[in-house]
């Protein structure tokens, strides 16, 4: 990361404050429901891998 106002991809609020822009950013995101009624496909679901540790 060469800017420090610039943001990785995937990681995770290190605050309340982040958490609360967060919040609000999301509020605004489409659901899936939403995404298939504008004919798009949703992201696939994740799932859990139990042997992959982190």
């Given amino acids: ?3 420090k ?3 990785l991809n ?12 967060q919040s609000k950013i999301m509020e605004h995101m489409p ?6 009624e504008e004919g798009k496909h949703p ?3 994740q ?4 042997k992959r540790k982190e």
């Fill in 10 to 21: 995937g990681t995770m609020v290190n605050n309340e404050k982040e958490l609360k822009q």
């Fill in 43 to 45: 992201d696939p679901a």
């Fill in 1 to 3: 990361m060469n800017n």
């Fill in 5 to 7: 106002n610039e943001k």
């Fill in 31 to 36: 659901t899936n429901k939403e995404v298939k």
């Fill in 47 to 50: 799932k859990h891998d139990e």
